[in-house]
T-cell receptor, first 114, second 111 residues
Framework: AQSVTQLGSHVSVSEGALVLLRCNYSSSVPPYLFWYVQYPNQGLQLLLKYTSAATLVKGINGFEAEFKKSETSFHLTKPSAHMSDAAEYFCAVSEAAAGNKLTFGGGTRVLVKP | SQTIHQWPATLVQPVGSPLSLECTVEGTSNPNLYWYRQAAGRGLQLLFYSVGIGQISSEVPQNLSASRPQDRQFILSSKKLLLSDSGFYLC??????????FGPGTRLTVL
């Protein structure tokens, strides 16, 4: 069975500082991994995805994530936080053989301080 | 390009009343379709998914049901709402090899 753990339900960063959101997964087969962002009262928007190509994945809005198989991690980073990055972020895992179902982590809410 | 619609955007219903939420997808054929729910403090919970017309898989036993009467239409229903059905309901679609693409969601409040 697949599962996702996001460390920290809330993260506070200063504008211009590094954003680091942690995600660890478990999967019995090589996984597909995703990061989504959700702004208040909106649906989720895909930030980036890992599908067994390059281990460093670049996404929209300056975010990137690195797949580390040995650590079963897929942490999300952005070098310099912007006020518009304040949102909730979800990591998700999908096993190709699991009927295309995604399992989501509990989410991390990011607060950006001026 | 593909788009996904959900309605209504918000809904307030009394306990015991019926529910029907609709989701439609444009610009794609034979997508996998999903209903997720976000409840306070509980993250995203997969409720149902469908790989084709009339094919529904239920992930969590509950007070809800789903139907897919057409290729690009997915409906979430209940005969009698409970207080615990309150939440933000998200429809999503997916083609093989891609991530999920979400609709704008429906905020349901059961009083």
């Amino acid at each position: 069975a697949q599962s996702v753990t996001q460390l920290g339900s809330h993260v506070s960063v200063s504008e211009g500082a590094l954003v680091l959101l942690r995600c660890n997964y478990s999967s019995s087969v090589p996984p597909y991994l995703f990061w989504y962002v959700q702004y208040p009262n909106q649906g989720l928007q895909l930030l980036l995805k890992y599908t067994s190509a390059a281990t460093l994945v670049k996404g929209i809005n300056g975010f990137e994530a690195e797949f580390k198989k040995s650590e079963t991690s897929f942490h999300l980073t952005k070098p310099s936080a912007h006020m518009s990055d304040a949102a909730e972020y979800f990591c998700a895992v999908s096993e190709a053989a699991a009927g295309n179902k995604l399992t989501f982590g509990g989410g991390t809410r990011v607060l950006v301080k001026p | 390009s593909q788009t996904i619609h959900q309605w209504p955007a918000t809904l307030v219903q009394p306990v015991g009343s019926p529910l029907s939420l609709e989701c439609t997808v444009e610009g794609t054929s034979n997508p996998n379709l999903y209903w997720y729910r976000q409840a306070a403090g509980r993250g995203l919970q997969l409720l149902f998914y469908s790989v084709g017309i009339g094919q529904i898989s239920s992930e969590v036993p509950q007070n809800l049901s789903a139907s897919r009467p057409q290729d690009r239409q997915f409906i979430l229903s209940s005969k009698k709402l409970l207080l615990s059905d309150s939440g933000f309901y998200l429809c999503a679609w997916r083609l093989s090899g891609t991530g999920l693409f979400f609709g704008p969601g429906t905020r349901l409040t059961v009083l």
